[in-house]
């Protein structure tokens, strides 16, 4: 079963910030916490990942909190091509599988 | 520096048949596993692969099979198809599953058909 908990929709205006929560209450201390998103027909594509501290790139920034129970990824500027479903996911180092929610599905609208 | 590559994009098979799924991962990436994704059942992990071996193993039936070659190419087998193998298939690459931190990068996957 998935670890995380997200809500199913969400909607944004183009320009604004798109706030995206992710509840992971049951994560462990080695578990990494990893935003990726997928377009319509197309693989799902690596945003950002981070432990603890928040991590920003050129796509988004995570903030985690203090206890590592939420998270929130931010795209700061949201396009119309930002529409996609985003997922959340915890992982261990050294273990490639990812385990999948339902995710986030943003609608980014002009 | 390519993507990961899968042939083909779209595949057409019959209840009964069997099918073959190629992967191509990143140059220099080493590990690749394997997704399915439904309507139904989102994304779901089916296998990973290292070096040639096995590492993981999702909750699949033994229809399901892969393998990985020495350069790092990687093929996954469905026998007997049934009509709930309609998916998109979809594989990952990274450079090591080891103690690195890395991201997987995905394909486009391929869309499975079963009719």
């Given amino acids: ?110 | 520096k390519a993507g990961v590559t899968q042939t083909p994009r779209y595949l057409i098979k019959t209840r009964g048949q069997q099918v073959t799924l190629s992967c191509s991962p990143i140059s220099g990436h080493r590990s690749v596993s394997w997704y399915q994704q439904t309507p139904g059942q989102g994304l779901q992990f089916l296998f990973e692969y290292f070096s040639e071996t096995q590492r993981n193993k999702g909750n699949f039936p033994g229809r399901f099979s892969g393998r990985q070659f020495s350069n790092s190419r990687s093929e996954m087998n469905v026998s007997t198809l049934e009509l709930g193998d309609s998916a998109l298939y979809l594989c990952a690459s990274s450079i090591s599953p080891g103690q690195s931190v890395t991201a997987l990068h995905f394909g486009n996957g391929t869309r499975l058909t079963v009719t």
Wanted: net charge neutral; proline share 5%; glycine share 8%.
């Fill in chain 1, 1 to 110: 079963d998935a670890k995380t908990t997200q809500p199913p929709s969400m909607d944004c205006a183009e320009g604004r910030a798109a706030n995206l929560p992710c509840n992971h209450s049951t994560i462990s201390g080695n578990e990494y916490v990893y935003w990726y998103r997928q377009i319509h027909s197309q693989g799902p594509q690596y945003i950002i990942h981070g432990l603890k501290n928040n991590e920003t790139n050129e796509m988004a920034s995570l903030i985690i909190t203090e206890d590592r129970k939420s998270s929130t990824l931010i795209l700061p500027h949201a396009t119309l091509r930002d529409t996609a479903v985003y997922y959340c996911i915890v992982r261990v180092v050294g273990v490639g599988k990812l385990i999948f929610g339902q995710g986030t599905e943003l609608s980014v609208k002009p």
